[in-house]
């Protein structure tokens, strides 16, 4: 079984700012996967970054980061220099590499990132 | 390069009528999954297909919930005698068959039951 925690419901940054979203995940899979999702008010999830529990360095995809330890279970996502439109719902997700039922992504409860000028 | 499709993006309709939402996935990618999304909750997975075969089902995929993919290629799920309870939003996703592939989602279809 597969487990995500985002302990933050809402955060407000200021513009231009960083912020951390937080992430602790739980699992008995030796392989797997971490995703994060932005969700905007009109509902698609996009797709942000992805970090594989092998990978050595951490995961950067333009103004986002992911701040994995592993020991600690965490894979925090850093959003660097803020801007209005990252203003949505952000999920964390994982998935199982190895195992059987290893396709399904199990999501967190997700944080309502607001942007304020 | 066009992204997952939905139709349609929003449907009402009244307790024990049957809908059905259908899903066009990312023309190369062979897997294709529904979720459900509640409000204030993450995405739930309900069952997913390599091809036209449905490979998992998950326990929430209750018997009045159906889902096929005939040609391998758009999917559609079906609610039959809906309940209020169904009320949420069903997001499709695709990936590409490969492990840690990336699941990409479409804009979803919003239900209400009333």
């Known amino acids: 079984a597969q487990k995500i925690t985002q302990t933050q419901p809402g955060m407000f940054v200021q513009e231009k700012e960083a912020v951390t979203l937080d992430c602790t995940y739980d699992?008995?899979?030796?392989?797997?996967?971490l995703f994060w999702y932005k969700q905007p008010s009109s509902g698609e999830m996009i797709f942000l970054i992805y970090?594989?529990?092998?990978?050595?360095q951490n995961a950067t995809e333009g103004r986002y980061s992911l701040n994995f330890q592993k020991a600690r279970k965490s894979a925090n996502l850093v959003i660097s220099a803020s801007q209005l439109g990252d203003s949505a719902m952000y999920f964390c997700?994982?998935?199982?590499?190895?195992?059987?039922?290893?396709?399904?992504?199990?999501f967190g409860t997700g944080t309502q990132l607001k942007v304020e000028l | 390069d066009t992204g997952v499709s939905q139709d349609p993006r929003h449907k009402i309709t009244k307790r024990g009528q049957n809908v059905t939402f259908r899903c066009d996935p990312i023309?190369?990618?062979?897997?294709l999954y529904w979720y459900r999304q509640t409000l204030g909750q993450g995405p739930e997975f309900l069952t997913y297909?390599?091809?036209?075969?449905?490979?998992?089902k998950s326990r929430l995929l209750s018997d009045r919930f159906s889902a096929e993919r005939p040609k391998g290629s758009f999917s559609t799920l079906e609610i039959q005698r809906t309940e209020q309870g169904d009320s949420a939003m069903y997001l499709c996703?695709?990936?590409?068959?490969?492990?840690?592939?990336?699941?990409?989602f479409g804009p979803g279809t919003r239900l209400l039951v009333l």
């Open positions: 996703a695709s990936s590409k068959t490969s492990l840690g592939e990336t699941q990409y």
């Open positions: 699992t008995s899979d030796p392989s797997y996967g």
């Open positions: 970090q594989g529990s092998y990978d050595q």
């Open positions: 997700a994982m998935r199982g590499l190895l195992t059987g039922g290893g396709n399904k992504l199990t």
């Open positions: 023309s190369e990618h062979n897997r």
């Open positions: 297909f390599q091809n036209e075969a449905q490979l998992e």
